[in-house]
């Protein structure tokens, strides 16, 4: 195995990993603005999101345990979980550990939304665009790679669409909001198929003519 395998994974899935977090936001962004409407699907999307959401979470468990498990700097547990503990970039990775418990915040109130009250659940669920700036930081700064074109061209192409999104957030921010598209989408759904199963009543019968 190549010396630098594990650490060439930490770097790919960290790249990775910050291009999900952008995806799993717009299309929050998509659902919650409802800009691509009638074309869109609310049950899609919210799926794609969930699903978008799973994938970065484990993106990052990835990306953390390729950087244990490599030897070129040595991480600690206490140097993945607390902040300023690594004497490695100890700013950078800080920027990548806020990041890490932002993303577990959102992903287990989106696991619970049903079972925690609505303002709660859009509080936490805003933190995505911190995190995004976060992990951005994180990338920028602990990344050894981004001297290269390449990188740098993936980096302001990312940012320059999260930006775009969210200003088209801010926007629609008086359209409808996530939990009522939502609910409104289901509700139709399950309606859906009831409304074809019940039959139509007959037309009534024609009324005589009546002699003058």
């Known amino acids: 195995m190549n010396a630098q395998f594990w650490w060439f994974l930490s770097r790919s899935s960290g790249i990775v990993t910050w291009a999900l977090l952008a995806a799993t936001t717009l299309w929050g962004i998509l659902l919650s603005t409802r800009m691509l409407k009638p074309y869109d699907r609310p049950a899609w999307l919210r799926d794609l999101h969930t699903w978008l959401g799973t994938l970065t979470l484990l993106g990052t468990a990835i990306h953390i345990a390729a950087i244990m498990a490599?030897?070129?700097?040595?991480?600690?547990?206490?140097?993945?979980?607390?902040?300023?503990?690594?004497?490695?970039?100890?700013?950078?990775?800080?920027?990548?550990?806020?990041?890490?418990?932002?993303?577990?915040?959102?992903?287990?109130?989106?696991?619970?939304?049903?079972?925690?009250?609505?303002?709660?659940?859009?509080?936490?669920?805003?933190?995505?665009?911190?995190?995004?700036?976060?992990?951005?930081?994180?990338?920028?700064?602990?990344?050894?790679?981004?001297?290269?074109?390449?990188?740098?061209?993936?980096?302001?192409?990312?940012?320059?669409?999260?930006?775009?999104?969210?200003?088209?957030?801010?926007?629609?921010?008086?359209?409808?909001?996530?939990?009522?598209?939502?609910?409104?989408?289901?509700?139709?759904?399950?309606?859906?198929?009831a409304a074809k199963q019940t039959p139509l009543p007959p037309p009534p019968p024609p009324v005589p003519p009546t002699s003058g």
């Open 70 to 193: 490599d030897s070129y700097v040595q991480f600690s547990v206490k140097d993945i979980v607390v902040p300023m503990s690594s004497a490695w970039k100890p700013g950078a990775i800080a920027w990548g550990i806020v990041s890490m418990y932002m993303l577990l915040a959102v992903q287990v109130s989106s696991w619970a939304m049903k079972k925690i009250p609505r303002k709660l659940w859009r509080a936490i669920h805003f933190l995505s665009y911190g995190m995004f700036v976060t992990t951005s930081i994180h990338s920028l700064s602990a990344g050894t790679d981004r001297s290269t074109l390449l990188y740098q061209g993936f980096a302001i192409a990312l940012i320059t669409l999260m930006i775009g999104a969210t200003a088209i957030r801010i926007i629609y921010a008086g359209e409808p909001k996530t939990r009522e598209v939502i609910s409104r989408a289901s509700v139709a759904a399950a309606a859906a198929p």
